[in-house]
Every structure is written in structure tokens, then in C-alpha cells.
């Protein structure tokens, strides 16, 4: 029970502030509408007036939506906003007026001892304070609801005059994250396709060719002939266990699970045909998901890299900033990387499904940048 209460406690200062922090800021908005009617009529500094009213709106309350400002469009919120902030001054000096009225009747009270205003030496009926009391207590209760009803209509003339409003934004969503959808699902089975490639012209070639050499040994007339299918034999079959654990590896590579992403990039420059540089920053892991992420985001860069771009090195950075992870990787070689090959526009709707960005920079000759940022709340 004490916990309950001491909860609802908190609940309630923290409204009283929000209120008053509502309140600073419709107070703000009331002194700048002047002068931003002002510069919405000369036409002068527009775009810093209204950044400075998003940013008052954003601090005493919810942000508003807001495209990138233009100065048209800002001149015409600031000749409509001075409604507002006019509102909102009206709404403050009527609270005042209400709080003033009842702390003079509160005084009276105290100084005199009797509910009633004191008037040329009499004293006003009791009933009659008390009757007006009640429309009184309404009229404040009316004005500090008026604070909060400003705010918002000050937030929503933003978002309608420089942004999007809610409505438009989760419409938006909910077509990104379709289109994600379905770009997800491609991706998947252009990876299943790719596999499948690399299984049937790979591993399935070598152990028929493995086969052929076993049935050839069987028939082997002498020894050195046998010695001889034996050891291609085994050549094939270990050529076979390479092509089959690499192609394993890019399905999804066990390292991953089992030590992290920092050895799994570590095996991956290993393995790597040239030079990879490797400078992981992350302090923890960011999780499963996207760790696998900027693995293949990197593990499919160095293999375009190694296999088109002829480079002396490699370079692969993955860093926090701010509140997303950044991963670029870089090489020295020829350039002319197609954003819209296979593998680099997999890798694209592959970081689209965890709402990252993905950028590829290569010009003939190079070098090539890969960069892609993914959020890490």
C-alpha cells in the first residue's frame, strides 16, 4: 500500500511540473508572437524565428513533425502563429486575474475573520461568497486547462504548417515497413538461390569428380596409378570440405554465436584473399540481430572487394555514434562497385529491415566506401 502511494505521488509531482514546464513555455510562445509576426511581415530572419519556435516547443513539451524548413513556408507559419501565442497570453492574464480575485477573497477572510468582502464597514452575505465561489473554482479550473489546450494547438499548428502530422507519419510507417517486408522476403530467397548455385557448381562438381576418381582407383591395374587417383581423391574431398564449410559460413557463421562479432571479424580478415585492417570500437555487443547485420554487411563488402576490385587492403571500421553504429568499409581498389548488384543491394534491404542506412560510393577507379548505420537502442 505504501508503495501505491508513494507512486501516486510521484505521478502527481510529476504532472505539477509538467504543467508549470507547459506553462514557461506557453508564457515564451505569448512574447515571441509579436516579433515573429513582425519577421514574417519583413520577410527577415524566418527560418532562424521558426527553429527557434520548434525548439521552444520540443523543450517545454512533445516535438513537433517539421520537414526541412523553407523560408516560404516559415514566413507563413510565423504570420499564423502570433494567433496562437496571442491565445495563450489571454489564457495566462485570465488565470491571473481568476488566482488574483480568489487570494483577495482568502485574505479577506484571514484579516477579518468572515467569509464576505468588506464594503463601507459591512460585510458582504457569506452565501452569496460562497455561491460565487463555485463558478469561480470553475473558471480557474477552465483557465489552467486553457495552458495545456494552448500548448497543444501550438504543437499542432507546427506540424500542420511545417510537417507531418501523426496520422501521415504512422501511414508512412506502416508502408515502409511493408515494402520492408517484402524486400526482407527477397532478399532471403535471392540468398537461398545464391546457395543453391554455390552447392550445385561447387560441392556437388567436386564430389561427383570424387566419386569418378573412387570408381577410376577401383579399377586401378597398379599401384602407382592407385597412389595416384588416391591422392587427387583426397585433394577433391578436402577442396569439397573447404568450398562446403565456406559456403556454410556464409549462411551464417558459427564463430558468431559462439565468440561474438570481434573474432568473427577477426576470422573473416584471416581468411580474406588480401590485407584486411580491422578496427571494431564497440565497447559490448549491440545484439544478435545486429551483429549479424554488420557481419554480412562486411563480410559481403570484402568479398566484392577481393573478388572486383583487385585491392592492396582492406579497411573495416565499426563504431558507436550517438545512438546508432556506424560500419564503413573501404578499399583501394579499381572502383565502378553497382549498388544494384545482387550482393550490395541484398546488404541494402538487409540493413532497410533493421532501419539503417546504406551507402555505396564507388567511383571508376576508386576507391569504394561502403558505410552503413544502424540503430542501437
Known amino acids: 500500500m505504501a508503495f501505491v502511494q508513494q507512486d501516486e505521488q510521484l505521478s502527481a509531482g510529476s504532472l505539477v511540473r509538467g504543467w508549470f514546464r507547459t506553462l514557461y513555455g506557453v508564457l515564451m510562445g505569448s512574447m515571441t508572437a509579436l516579433p515573429g509576426l513582425v519577421a514574417a511581415v519583413l520577410g527577415l530572419g524566418v527560418m532562424r524565428m521558426t527553429e527557434f519556435e520548434l525548439g521552444r516547443i520540443a523543450r517545454f513539451g512533445q516535438g513537433a513533425h517539421a520537414d526541412p524548413l523553407t ?6 507559419y510565423l504570420g499564423v502563429r502570433w494567433l496562437v501565442g496571442g491565445l495563450g497570453a489571454g489564457v495566462v492574464l485570465m488565470l491571473m486575474l481568476y488566482l488574483m480575485t480568489a487570494l483577495s477573497m482568502v485574505t479577506a477572510w484571514l484579516f477579518d475573520g468572515k467569509w464576505g468582502l468588506v464594503r463601507d464597514g459591512d460585510v ?14 470553475l473558471l ?7 495552458v495545456s489546450g494552448v500548448a497543444v494547438l501550438d504543437r499542432w499548428l507546427a506540424t500542420t504548417m511545417l510537417g507531418r502530422s ?5 501511414r508512412q510507417r506502416v508502408a515502409e515497413l511493408t515494402s520492408t517486408r517484402a524486400e526482407v522476403i527477397e532478399a532471403i530467397d535471392d540468398e537461398r538461390r545464391r546457395i543453391e548455385r554455390d552447392l550445385h557448381d561447387g560441392v556437388q562438381q567436386r564430389l561427383v569428380a570424387l566419386g569418378m576418381m ?11 596409378q592407385l597412389r595416384e587417383l588416391l591422392r587427387q581423391a583426397a585433394d577433391t574431398a578436402g577442396a569439397a570440405i573447404d568450398e562446403l564449410r565456406e559456403v556454410a559460413t556464409r549462411v551464417y557463421p558459427a564463430v558468431l554465436d559462439d565468440s561474438g562479432l570481434d573474432a ?5 580478415a584471416e581468411r580474406a584473399s588480401v590485407r584486411v585492417e580491422v578496427a571494431n570500437e564497440l565497447r559490448g555487443s549491440p ?3 545486429l551483429e549479424t547485420v554488420i557481419y554480412f554487411v562486411v563480410s559481403e563488402a570484402v568479398t566484392n572487394a577481393t573478388k572486383h576490385a ?3 587492403v582492406v579497411e573495416i571500421a565499426v563504431r558507436t555514434d550517438g545512438d546508432e553504429i556506424a560500419v564503413v568499409v573501404s578499399d583501394d581498389g579499381v572502383g565502378g562497385a553497382d549498388p544494384s548488384g545482387s550482393g550490395l543491394s541484398g546488404l541494402a534491404r538487409r540493413v532497410k529491415a533493421v532501419d539503417g542506412d546504406f551507402e555505396v560510393t564507388s567511383p571508376p577507379g576508386g576507391p569504394t566506401r561502403i558505410s552503413a548505420r544502424v540503430p542501437c537502442a
Not at 140 to 146: H, S, Y
Not at 214 to 224: F, K
Open 71 to 76: 523560408a516560404g513556408r516559415c514566413r507563413r
Open 124 to 137: 458582504v452575505d457569506t452565501q452569496l461568497i460562497l455561491i460565487a465561489a463555485v463558478p469561480g473554482t
Open 140 to 146: 480557474i479550473f477552465v483557465a489552467l486547462a486553457g
Open 166 to 170: 501523426q496520422q501521415t507519419l504512422l
Open 214 to 224: 573412387i570408381g577410376r582407383a577401383r579399377r586401378a591395374r597398379d599401384d602407382q
Open 264 to 268: 568473427a571479424l577477426e576470422v573473416l
Open 287 to 289: 545484439g544478435t540481430a
Open 310 to 312: 583487385s585491392p592492396s
